[in-house]
């Protein structure tokens, strides 16, 4: 048997674009020989250096100890407690909780996500501790440095020619596509990653996320 195509894949739980491109990768999964592989990013870090230019309620979610860290610092505590195996399906719960079925970004989310795969309920307290900022930031730096910078999340690395890993932001979809067609964006993405000088592919978002 061959062995899987390793996806290494950044997201930050409270990202619906994440949330959508997670989904299809999880697809792809199930229709191409890959293994994806998770790790934490933080809009909070991303946007650090540049509260001023956001908005009042923005930067409060942003600043360290805002919501916006609530559930990424929860999901790098759960990893470093209990091993990588548990931060994909820590970010279903969250995902499915927070955007699926609009529970929004709060410690009753998290709560739940963390009951829904057998965690233990006192990781909660870790939304409000910094004990593992410095892992959070490593594997934020980690993704950042491979995609560069003014980008967000996610960030997916995939093999490029010659099967070093190539990162894109992105791709950003939705609703995620399922079957086929989560197998012909993936081919698609392993195309362009395949062309050297290759960097960027946009255009304007006209629709929400989709989350059916």
Not at 159 to 187: H, M, N, R, S, Y
Request: proline share 7%; net charge negative; charged share 25%.
């Amino acid at each position: 048997m061959s062995e899987k195509t390793p996806v290494d894949f950044w997201f930050d739980p409270v990202c619906p674009w994440a949330w959508m491109t997670s989904r299809w990768v999880l697809e792809v999964e199930k229709v191409r020989d890959i293994e994806v592989r998770w790790h934490v990013m933080s809009l909070g870090v991303l946007n650090e250096d540049k509260l001023d230019q956001l908005s009042e309620a923005y930067q409060e979610n942003m600043r360290p100890g805002g919501k916006t860290w609530w559930p990424v610092r929860v999901i790098v505590a759960a990893q470093q407690l209990h091993g990588d195996e548990v931060v994909g399906k820590l970010y279903t719960a969250l995902g499915t909780r927070i955007h699926n079925r609009g529970e929004g970004t709060n410690r009753e989310s998290i709560a739940g996500a963390l009951a829904d795969v057998g965690l233990p309920a006192d990781l909660i307290e870790y939304a409000d501790s910094d004990a593992y900022d410095t892992e959070l930031r490593a594997s934020h730096k980690e993704g950042i440095d491979k995609v560069g910078q003014e980008v967000g999340t996610p960030v997916i690395a995939v093999p490029g020619a010659d099967g070093e890993q190539i990162a894109f932001f992105g791709p950003v979809v939705t609703p995620a596509p399922k079957g086929e067609e989560a197998a012909k964006l993936w081919d698609g993405t392993l195309m362009v990653a395949s062309i050297p000088g290759f960097y960027e592919i946009k255009r304007t978002r006209t629709a929400p996320p989709s989350f059916e």
